[in-house]
């Protein structure tokens, strides 16, 4: 049977929400990473270093006892955001990153940043203390068009970020837009972008085959296929500047098959599996483990991994949908054949 062994990834942008659902939701992760980067976007948000340790203990909780398992968490940067909370962050050891939503751009939003400039002391803060920032890259303006949001916030505000802190390290999260690839590929090595796997596999039309499908919808929305090859052709690419984050983002499925539905999509369930399929058909197995295992770590000054994971080229069938606490949950893929699994 064919098989690859690569150094435990680590999925460097990740929902795992909070609650009763916390348990199920950690399973589909824990079974193939070893660490995730916790998006802070709770309701209310992780703002606060203390916030974040009382949110790691419950997902510490929510894992049994005998997997390895190392939650990396995030605060949520708002408008009020203290260059002191920064430094607590920074000494507490477990908080890795502090993540900029600009307000009203996607799910829990509503506190996040309503003009960067209002946050300059806290960004100062971050790039003295060497605490990368995590940027959902989209302009707010409803005016806007849903599909240009990524490279108008590329041009009117991270160009001015990136001005203003050529110090600080960011990355730009779930990039979907060649707009993206190159304007990374153009910048110092403080600037890195993580890639998920809906938008490596999918491009808009994903989202309208025979009729509205909400599972494929997240933000920022799926691109047209021009973009979709030029993320391929970036996390395949071999340069550390792209490396893995799933952004899998659990919603149930009331809140997703709804006249007004979320954004998100649930690919914890099948994230790694996609990934080496993808890298498979690009020609590209060789640099899987780099873009899932080494990079993430290398731009968080983290070391590497030493456990190994295994994916068999075996088929398998993805459930059609998941218990989630009381309700349920449709993985993407669900009732799909993947080719690749992970060896238990
Ligand atoms: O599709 C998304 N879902 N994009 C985000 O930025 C947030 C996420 C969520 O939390 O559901
Ligand atoms: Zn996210």
């Known amino acids: 049977m064919v098989s690859l062994t690569i150094t435990q990834p680590d999925d460097w942008h990740l929902h795992v929400r909070d609650g009763d659902a916390l348990a199920d939701i950690m399973s589909e992760t824990t079974r193939c990473f070893a660490?995730?980067?916790?998006?802070?976007?709770l309701n209310p948000p992780v703002t606060t270093t203390q916030q974040a340790e009382a949110y790691r203990q419950r997902i510490m909780l929510a894992i049994p006892d005998d997997v390895n398992f190392t939650p990396l968490m995030t605060l949520y940067l708002t408008d009020q955001t203290d260059p002191e909370e920064i430094e607590l962050a920074r000494a507490s050891g477990f908080v890795h990153a502090v993540k900029?939503?600009?307000a009203g751009a996607t799910t829990n939003s509503d506190s996040g940043v309503t003009d960067i400039r209002k946050t300059y002391n806290a960004l100062q803060?971050?790039?003295?203390?060497?605490?990368?920032?995590?940027?959902?890259?989209?302009?707010?303006?409803?005016n806007s068009d849903v599909f240009e949001r990524e490279k108008l916030f590329i041009d009117q505000v991270l160009t001015q970020i990136i001005r203003d802190f050529p110090d600080l390290k960011i990355v730009l999260e779930h990039i979907t837009t060649k707009h993206a690839v190159e304007f990374i590929l153009a910048q110092s090595d403080n600037l890195a972008a993580t890639?998920?796997?809906?938008?490596?596999?999918?491009?808009?039309?994903?989202?309208?085959?025979?009729?509205?499908?909400?599972?494929?919808?997240?933000?920022?929305?799926?691109?047209?296929?021009?973009?979709?090859?030029?993320?391929?052709?970036?996390a395949t690419s071999g340069n550390p500047k792209f490396?893995?984050?799933?952004?899998?983002?659990?919603?149930?499925?009331?809140?997703?098959?709804?006249?007004?539905?979320?954004?998100?999509?649930y690919n914890a369930p099948v994230?790694?599996?996609?990934?080496?399929?993808?890298?498979?058909?690009?020609?590209?197995?060789?640099?899987?483990?780099?873009?899932?295992s080494l990079y993430g770590p290398r731009f968080y000054n983290l070391p590497t991994n030493t456990s190994e994971l295994t994916l068999v080229k075996q088929s398998w069938t993805v459930p059609a949908n998941k218990?989630?606490?009381?309700?349920?949950?449709?993985?993407?893929?669900?009732?799909?054949?993947?080719?690749?699994?992970?060896q238990t």
């Open 35 to 41: 660490r995730a980067i916790i998006m802070p976007n």
């Open 100 to 102: 900029y939503y600009p």
């Open 125 to 142: 803060a971050l790039s003295d203390n060497g605490i990368p920032l995590l940027i959902h890259g989209e302009v707010t303006d409803p």
């Open 195 to 234: 890639i998920t796997p809906h938008h490596l596999l999918y491009n808009r039309n994903a989202m309208f085959k025979g009729g509205i499908r909400p599972h494929y919808y997240c933000l920022p929305i799926l691109k047209h296929e021009q973009h979709r090859l030029a993320l391929v052709d970036a």
């Open 243 to 265: 490396f893995l984050g799933t952004d899998s983002a659990p919603h149930a499925v009331a809140n997703k098959e709804s006249s007004c539905g979320c954004a998100g999509i």
């Open 271 to 292: 994230a790694i599996e996609l990934y080496t399929y993808i890298f498979e058909q690009a020609g590209a197995l060789d640099k899987l483990e780099d873009f899932a």
């Open 323 to 342: 218990p989630l606490a009381s309700e349920t949950i449709i993985p993407l893929c669900n009732g799909e054949q993947l080719s690749w699994q992970v």
